[in-house]
């Protein structure tokens, strides 16, 4: 607010590019939205992996594996998160800092 006083401009658009530069990539744009269009991206992002889910289901179904089969092998895979979770904690945080279940 300070700024905008005393007659400065603040921006968070990101600068224009220069002649030749290439255009940002969709993973740069995706990480520098906010508010409702990183809301539309999430969205989106859900929209696309449940479609394509549903139509690798459909191919291992018609293939002859058995629904009960493919649903245990999708969340037994769930399991693979949390040891995932608990090593980036400890890459972050060091051996020190780190008190596993935030004890």
């Not at 005393?6 to 508010?35: F, I, N, Q, Y």
Request: hydrophobic share 50%; with cysteine; proline share 8%.
């Amino acid at each position: 607010r300070g700024d905008a006083l005393r007659g400065e401009m603040r921006s968070d658009a990101p600068a224009p590019r220069r002649a030749g530069e290439p255009p940002p990539s969709l993973l740069h744009a995706v990480s520098t939205m906010t508010g409702p269009a990183l809301g539309y991206a999430f969205i989106l992002a859900v929209c696309v992996i449940w479609v394509g889910g549903s139509f690798l289901v459909e191919s291992l179904e018609g293939q002859g594996l058995s629904p009960l089969l493919l649903t245990f092998i999708c969340n037994a895979l769930f399991v693979v998160l949390l040891p995932a979770y608990f090593l980036n904690e400890w890459m972050l945080m060091g051996d020190k800092d780190w008190r596993g279940w935030g004890a």
